[in-house]
Nanobody, 123 residues
């Protein structure tokens, strides 16, 4: 059964860094766009970043551009989200997703989702 499993979340002080990992199993996702989304309490799930597994194309939400970096290792079937200069407003559950099509910033574009990992940024 295909699944995505996130890890690396936790509690961090504002200005700190975390690296999230998303490991895929059950199948390869080398032809899929991989994305990160997040959902904070009382808010809808929002786009964070995405990367094409066919090339070196990446996309970021304006709120995280310059602070977050998405990367992938197809040999390991894994995608990463390096988060730096974290802010309290980054606090959310972060979800990994795999899919295709357009637009890449829409959750409905993605077919596979992980269970999420909690990121909490203290002031």
């Amino acid at each position: 059964q295909a699944q995505l499993i996130e890890s690396g979340g936790g509690l961090v002080q504002a200005g700190g860094s975390l690296r999230l990992s998303c490991a895929a199993s059950g199948r390869t996702f080398n032809t899929y766009t991989m994305g990160w989304f997040r959902q904070a309490p009382g808010k809808e799930r929002e786009f964070v970043a995405a990367i094409s597994w066919r090339g070196v194309s990446t996309a970021y939400a304006d709120s995280v551009k310059g602070r977050f970096t998405i990367s992938r290792d197809n040999a390991k079937n894994t995608v990463y989200l390096q988060m730096s200069s974290l802010k309290p407003e980054d606090t959310a559950i972060y979800y990994c997703a795999a899919g295709g099509g357009w637009p890449i910033s829409r959750p409905n574009t993605y077919d596979y989702w992980g269970q999420g990992t909690q990121v909490t940024v203290s002031s």
